[in-house]
DNA sequence: AAAGATAGGTGATTTATATCATACTTTAAA
DNA sequence: TTTAAAGTATGATATAAATCACCTATCTTT
């Protein structure tokens, strides 16, 4: 981890729209001074379970997955997130320490900004206040929606969707190299990496994938829908 | 459904502490004027998924479910709620129609209060926004510990779950009456009606309850715990 | 009270997934 | 640069869960 020097000022941030689009110019000058620019490199643990949280994290560039570790030492994703992601807005006011570990899965530039800077605007600005709410209440029905969708889908299905997110929500292509391993992709679909290996080889040798190590190919997009949406 | 005439006051609520702890005498007026009480009878659809939201609701009796029907109609049961649960919270202020639907289980007492009033209460008194954020976060919390959960179970563990939540959480005792059919309970732990009757029979012929219909008795509650977590 | 629908229950069989074993390949460390 | 450790891959077998079939009991409605 490596702390930078302030290129951009919130103000002009692309990601200002998303939860900083209705402070005033002396809220962002506090954003702003609470704020440090924090680069992670690929494989580092930014954070980990039962660490106390004291400030919110804002993906920049890169991509984190974040997970918990079972009794026997498994670990299980909840999640892989992308640039523009608030990684931690759904925890933050609630528990004084995560109740999950994030770990980068490419190198990571994230804002760092002082809960309590982010407490003061959410009661000084109702507005403000509003927004957090409302992307609040989005990451929980993200989260609730996969639910659902992973408890009707048996393991080709599951595979699918998480094929479909690098190609549509990550990497907008259907040629991309797979940010995780094999076995980090069980994790995400709570899956053996065996059968998750087996069903991407099934994917290739179907002609629904081509895949060459870590690149994926997406062949027949189409198909690889009705998967997701059929089982 | 039927609408009561207001009999208590939210300021006298045995739930107040839970969110609306940090009201003035106005603000509590304007949250009682805004506010109606709903009695609902057992069995009845509550809200539909799809349907425009335009009130908080607030368990202050009773049960109720919350799930969502898949393309083939089976439904799939998100979580069982209870008095004093706030069981729109986390998407109240994200989308403008239910991403689930919710039925009562038993006779059910909700107080149903002004979306909108709400909304201005999170803008002019911050401490209140600052509870809000903090519960919905304990909401998103207890989703995600449950998906973790259960990723690492089996149908046993996630019986004893279920049931040691009726017990612990719900009913405070260890006998009670399921208030959910043998279908809703798969429904609830995402397996098939018939696996989850005979892990309940299983249960009962090893001793661990005593099943009579709907009457459940947990014999062997610390061995329930064990399977609960073991597997 | 009869008839139909829903719920509870159990056995037999099939299917999906986990586990175990083993090999080869790539990456990281000494 | 060799060695060790992960990662990828595939086959054989075991186990968990779904499906299908059928039956009884209990509600609901007429």
Redesign the interface.
């Known amino acids: 981890m490596k702390i930078k020097n302030d290129i951009i000022s919130c103000k002009t941030c692309v990601y200002r729209t998303l939860l900083f689009g209705c402070l005033d110019d002396i809220e962002y000058k506090m954003i702003n001074n609470a704020r440090r620019e924090v680069l992670f490199h690929k494989g580092e643990k930014i954070k980990s379970e039962f660490e106390k949280i004291n400030s919110f994290l804002y993906l920049r560039r890169g991509l984190v997955k974040l997970y918990?570790t079972?009794?026997t030492g498994?670990d299980?994703i909840?999640s892989i997130n992308k640039p523009g992601d608030f990684i931690n807005l759904?925890?933050?006011?609630?528990?004084e320490t995560y109740?999950?570990s994030i770990s980068t899965l490419e190198e990571t530039l994230a804002c760092e900004v002082d809960i309590n800077v982010l407490?003061h605007l959410?009661?000084?600005n109702?507005?403000f206040?509003?927004s957090?709410?409302?992307r609040?209440?989005?990451?929980?029905?993200e989260?609730?929606?996969s639910?659902?969708e992973q408890?009707?889908q048996q393991i080709k299905g599951r595979i699918a969707s998480i094929l479909l997110f690098f190609a549509d929500q990550v990497y907008h292509r259907k040629t991309f190299e797979l940010p995780i391993t094999r076995r980090e992709f069980g994790e995400l679909i709570?899956m053996t990496t065996e059968n998750t290996i087996r069903t991407l080889s099934d994917f290739n040798n179907d002609g629904i994938i081509a895949t060459k190590g870590k690149t994926i190919n997406i062949l027949d997009y189409d198909f690889l829908w009705k998967i997701k949406?059929n089982g």
């Open positions: 918990k079972d009794h498994k299980h909840l759904l925890c933050i006011f609630t528990n109740n999950y407490e959410i009661k000084a109702g507005d206040a509003i957090i709410v409302h609040m209440g989005h990451i929980a029905g989260i609730i929606e639910r659902f408890s009707q709570s949406v």
